[in-house]
């Protein structure tokens, strides 16, 4: 019995045992395949998670790490890290520092999949150990040239499944990137287009070329994040100026501008692609470039022409402290920014050109206008500097009379600052071959750099960049005169350029000036034969009465000085002088008995008497020049009350010239001794003036008149004082 019961008890524990090994062998089957199901679930969850990822994200580093955070929750990821090529690193469950040196050790190789950690360095032994690590793959993002690095552990294993999954990751992820970036460069490009629309609006609005200057480079500084902007703009002599600059130093400007101006055909801005130097320290050490840029702290440079119909006529520096890579679509978003600032440029300078051709044309026609009127020679100088002056932007414009024998150039009028150096240029006598120069030129003439001109440099320094002489000649050819403009040199060769038209405007202005200036010296004879005239009837009013000459000339020199000292213009102050000088000449028709009759005048002769003014007025009414002076020699006998002769005017209805001469007249007569009294003294005969104020004189003009006759007698006893 005890033995059956032993046997079956045996019996039994072998098929217990039998069955446990059975189940041990199927679990031994079965758990690696549950497993590898698991694994692949998660696998396809992960992948299915992935997936969609690139569409919801639609920026490079939230799509990253939703990608790390979904892969480390598959079961055996521990760590994820992802390195873009342009430096973009993704951590998760590891601190990015971590992951930093991890990346950067000489011992990643991206080329094998799979890495045990006998081929690490001792960084990552410490992280294998720390992690529990089993494996860690790496995979290159190919289209990215990126690192994919998955840090693993139990329980996933390394076959051909999780190998197959690591590949779909990545091929995920590269898509993704793939996507996000096309959707970025979209935004980009779509971002640039609406500002480069807005530079664009406020640039075509602009019609300054000053203006469009400072817009490109303020423009240019809103379309990249550069730390520096300067706009340069060529010459048509094809040598180049800083226009405007932010934040770039006044020093660089001048090196690059030297070096620049030095290189043959100014090639820095010649052509019509960009010149890019996304590292100044990467340039040869020969490279006068590397050592200006440095010295100044740039770190990149980028020089974008602004290409008008073929030719570049400026130039976009941009300018930042570190290297630099410029992106395809800062590079295409800078060449449709530069191409529309070439247009906006051109545009303003048409514009200005337009507008100076109008002041120009404005400006002759006025100095025309100006010139015809003009009867003396100082004023034609004024009319003429001032025109060049405003017409050209020359620094300073001066009018020559013509070289004489004695070989001194007399400067006779300036627009413009004049220098030191211009001062009466008396010339040495060995140097008489220049004013021989000077009377022989026929046309504008330009001296550039006029200190290396052997017949000017003793005389004209180094610092005027340029002369224009201009001769002025009459209509026979004579030389009446020589108009020179001058350009000072300037740190940015910044020049107004002498064109063809600056040519043909000066050969205008020299041509009515010649004119103008010929019609001077006609006139000036004419005056002077006016001014024989007056002497003439002068003389014949002295040969029948001595006193009224002498007591003529008095009066017109009292006259003449009380209208300066009213601010009357010259032309009525010479006015006032002539009609003063000849107011009595009406006397000439007074027969000679009420002339010089000592005693007092009868009725009847003294209603002869007061037709002189009106005699007089007719006489000067028949010579041209003195016309203007008649109505003032009539009514020079006027009340300020209105009981004058011979018309009864008053107050402002008698010519203030008229005003001023009846004071003047007043007070000689009684300064002056007759032959029935004796002269009164200055006081008095200033008192008698005042008292008669309001009826016989205007209160205005006898206040100026006193102070002018009390400054005068003063001067005079100060004069007689120093004689003795």
Not at 169 to 186: F, M, N, Q
Request: net charge neutral; proline share 5%.
């Amino acid at each position: 019995m005890g033995e059956l019961l032993l046997l079956k008890s045996v019996e039994l524990l072998g098929g217990i045992t039998a069955a446990v090994v059975l189940l041990w062998l199927f679990w031994r089957w079965w758990r690696p395949r549950r497993i590898r199901q698991q694994q692949q679930v998660a696998y396809l969850q992960a992948l299915r998670v992935i997936a969609p990822l690139a569409l919801q994200y639609k920026q490079r580093m939230p799509y990253l790490r939703a990608v790390a955070e979904t892969l480390t929750s598959v079961p055996g990821v521990r760590a994820v890290i992802i390195q873009t090529a342009d430096g973009v690193l993704v951590a998760n469950n590891l601190s990015y520092a971590s992951a930093t040196r991890l990346m950067a050790s000489p011992h990643v190789h991206v080329n094998n999949f799979r890495v045990d950690t006998t081929l690490l360095d001792a960084e990552w032994q410490q992280i294998f150990t720390k992690m529990s690590l089993s494996f860690v793959a790496f995979l290159r993002l190919e289209a990215e040239g990126g690192v994919l690095a998955l840090l693993c552990s139990a329980p996933m294993t390394f076959d051909s499944q999780t190998r197959l999954f690591f590949e779909s990751v990545r091929d995920e992820i590269v898509s993704g990137l793939k996507h996000i970036r096309l959707l970025e460069t979209l935004h980009t490009r779509l971002d640039y287009d609406k500002r480069l629309r807005v530079l664009s609006n406020q640039l075509n609005r602009t019609l300054s070329e000053e203006q469009v200057v400072r817009m490109i480079g303020g423009g240019a500084l809103n379309l990249i994040a550069a730390d520096g902007v300067a706009v340069y703009v060529r010459l048509p002599n094809n040598r180049a100026y800083c226009a405007w600059a932010y934040n770039v130093s006044p020093r660089y400007i001048q090196q690059v501008l030297r070096q620049l101006n030095q290189m043959p055909g100014n090639q820095l801005v010649k052509g019509t692609a960009p010149i890019l130097i996304p590292d100044v320290q990467a340039l040869p050490e020969t490279s006068p470039l590397r050592h200006v840029a440095l010295e100044n702290g740039i770190g990149a440079v980028g020089l974008w022409p602004l290409v008008y119909e073929g030719a570049t006529i400026a130039a976009l520096g941009t300018y930042f402290r570190e290297p630099h890579v410029w992106t395809p679509e800062e590079q295409d978003a800078l060449m449709a920014y530069a191409r529309q600032a070439a247009i906006a440029l051109e545009n303003a300078r048409h514009v200005h050109e337009l507008r100076q051709r109008v002041r120009e044309l404005t400006n002759i026609a006025t100095a025309s206008e100006l010139l015809r009127v003009s009867t003396e020679v100082d004023a034609i100088a004024q009319v003429v500097c001032y025109q060049v002056h405003a017409l050209t932007d020359m620094d300073f414009v001066f009018f020559v009379d013509p070289p004489q024998d004695n070989h001194v150039l007399h400067i006779r009028h300036v627009a413009g600052a004049l220098p030191s150096w211009l001062r009466d240029i008396t010339l040495p006598l060995q140097a008489a071959h220049l004013s021989e120069m000077v009377a022989q030129l026929q046309e504008p003439n330009v001296f550039r750099n006029p200190h290396k001109h052997p017949l000017l440099k003793d005389f004209v320094p180094p610092r005027v960049g340029y002369l224009v002489v201009v001769p002025l000649r009459d209509t026979q050819g004579e030389l009446v005169g020589v108009l020179v403009a001058g350009q000072l040199r300037r740190l940015d060769n910044r020049y107004p350029q002498f064109s063809e038209i600056h040519y043909h405007m000066l050969t205008a202005l020299a041509e009515m000036a010649g004119a103008a200036l010929e019609r001077a010296r006609m006139f000036g004879d004419l005056e002077q034969a006016y001014f024989e005239t007056v002497l003439a009837l002068v003389k014949a009013i002295e040969s029948r009465d001595h006193y009224t000459a002498s007591h003529s000339e008095f009066i017109a020199h009292l006259a003449e000085a009380t209208a300066r000292q009213m601010g009357l213009r010259e032309e009525e102050v010479r006015q006032v002088y002539w009609a003063a000088l000849l107011h009595d000449v009406g006397k000439i028709a007074v027969p000679d008995h009420i002339l010089r009759k000592p005693t007092a005048l009868t009725d009847e002769e003294w209603r002869i008497m007061q037709k002189h003014p009106e005699w007089g007025a007719r006489i000067v009414e028949h010579i041209p020049h003195l016309q203007p002076i008649a109505a003032i020699i009539r009514a020079h006998h006027e009340r300020f009350d209105g009981r004058g002769y011979p018309l009864g005017l008053r107050d402002e209805q008698i010519p203030l010239a008229a005003r001023i001469i009846a004071v003047a007249d007043a007070f000689s007569a009684m300064v002056e001794d007759r032959v029935y009294r004796k002269s009164r003294p200055l006081d008095e005969a200033l008192a008698e003036l005042r008292r008669c104020v309001g009826t016989h004189f205007d209160p205005q003009v006898v206040d100026v008149f006193e102070r002018v006759v009390r400054e005068w007698y003063t001067a005079e006893k100060r004069q007689k004082r120093r004689l003795a």
